[in-house]
């Protein structure tokens, strides 16, 4: 470059600088960080600036606080690609079906499954539908077993769906915070559609999937797994374990939390269902040209064609959340899905341990867990979270609300984001909140 310029040395250079102001010291800043922690540092520097009093959040049971790098709102904020809903005439908008394509292929390769739709509206109506599908698949109506240790809402939700179906919603008891292989037997009949299953479950317990999808397929009865989307760079995908139907809520990739909503529902399965698959598909062909596109297919599945005979009433997607879903996946890749599960797994074992030393805490369950654990207080759970909010914390979420008995339980997540010093924070405040 110098000598491009024509110019011999550095302070050649630069000699239009007056000596006196040029730095001849390296400057003092501190080595290059990741962009995860480059982030935090500077939220910090804000907060002394404007006092902000954010909590450190430690919330769960579906919805977390799981890092979003910068990229994914850059491209998911572009104009062509900022809409809530999926065009009508879906053929005339290419660039949309192609990334409802891209996400679907990601899927597969994310839960092990042969074919994805475009995308759900969340969690628990992908949970439902799965299970609907099976049951219009299976022809079998009379009952659909689902495991306790599923998510509180997945089941309401399903049960609502049922209310005037003429299926049966039964519940398979957990023991110790896991589901019974032989209690899961011996629901079932040669009437059960379907068996539903989480895998971590809602208490982050990791279930004994053999003998469940075993129990199960040995009366010749499909499974539905929801699991975490986190979870599979370290533990086994759905499709490893032979079920039929994969679901989640894919808002760990790459969506904020946003109070709540609007989320992301992931929907893969077997090729034997393809036919009946809930919602959007979008196929690859060639046009009159050879030109690769893409269109809109199956179709005769949903209801503007089939009426009374669809196998769903849902006929869109999260178009807008399932691109940010697939920046997600391409920015991460499996390495990056694989560390970002590790350092959930490990950090969250350092919290059950630092919390359990607290006097009065202790982790209910003695299974394995992967990101989250249930916490038990010397009292009902609720009556802490407000003066450990006042502390900075997002302590948990209260189980009391969905389980018999379990007033003295929270449930605790701890993501990648989650710090040490944090961890450590919140083990000190629940130590000054127990002693007052």
């Known amino acids: 470059m110098l000598a491009k310029v024509g110019a011999k040395s550095l302070d050649e250079l630069f000699d239009v600088i007056p000596e006196t102001v040029r730095l001849r010291e390296p400057l003092n800043i501190p080595p ?12 910090r520097l804000a907060s002394n600036n404007i006092g902000a009093d954010r909590a450190v959040c430690f919330l ?50 994310l839960s092990g499954m042969d074919v994805s739709n475009a995308s759900m509206y969340e969690g628990a109506t992908a949970a439902t539908e799965a299970c609907l599908m099976a049951r219009a698949a299976s022809g079998k109506t009379g009952s659909i077993v689902v495991s306790e240790t599923v998510h509180p809402e997945y089941r309401q939700t399903l049960e609502t769906y049922l209310v005037d179906l003429g299926t049966k919603l039964v519940v398979a008891p957990a023991k110790d915070g896991l589901t019974d292989p032989a ?47 986190m979870s599979v760079g370290l533990l086994k995908r759905p499709g490893d374990y032979g079920v039929d139907v994969a679901v989640t809520e894919g808002q760990a990739l790459g969506t904020p939390m946003q109070y709540g909503g609007p989320f992301l529902g992931v929907f893969a ?47 869109t997607n999260q178009g807008l959340l399932a691109l940010r879903a697939s920046v997600y996946l391409a920015l991460m890749g499996p390495q990056g899905m694989k560390e970002a599960a590790e350092l959930c797994w490990e950090k969250a074992h350092y919290a ?58 929270l449930l605790v997540a701890v993501t990648e984001k989650r710090t040490k010093d944090e961890i450590d924070r919140l083990a000190d405040a629940w130590t000054k909140v127990l002693g007052a």
């Not at 559609?193 to 479950?201: D, E, S, T, W």
Request: hydrophobic residues 40%.
């Open 183 to 229: 209690a899961l037997a011996k629901l079932i009949d040669a009437q059960t559609a379907c068996v539903l299953l989480q895998h971590p479950n809602f208490f982050g317990l990791l279930e004994p999937m053999d003998a469940l999808v075993s129990a199960a397929k040995s009366a010749g009865v499909p499974v539905v797994q929801a699991f975490d989307p």
């Open 32 to 43: 290059a960080m990741t962009e995860m922690d480059l982030e935090a540092h500077l939220g």
């Open 352 to 409: 059950a341990d630092r919390l359990s030393q607290v006097k009065g805490l202790s982790v209910r369950f003695s299974g394995a867990f992967f990101k989250e654990f249930v916490l038990k207080t010397p009292g009902k759970a609720e009556q802490y979270l407000s003066p450990l909010l006042k502390a900075g914390f997002h302590a948990g979420v209260p189980l009391g609300r969905w389980y018999k008995g379990m007033d003295d339980c």
């Open 269 to 315: 399965c077997k090729n034997n269902f393809v036919r009946k698959i809930p919602g959007r598909v979008v196929g690859q062909t060639v046009d009159r040209r050879g030109n690769r596109c893409f269109v809109l297919t199956l179709q005769t599945r949903e209801q503007h064609i089939r009426r009374e005979k669809a196998t769903s009433n849902i006929c």
């Open 60 to 109: 769960g049971g579906g919805c977390y606080d799981h890092f979003v790098p910068a990229v994914v709102d850059v491209v998911a904020g572009r104009s062509e690609f900022y809409t809530a809903y999926t065009p009508y005439q879906a053929e005339a908008s290419q660039g949309t079906l192609q990334t409802g394509f891209e996400y679907q292929s990601l899927i597969c390769e």
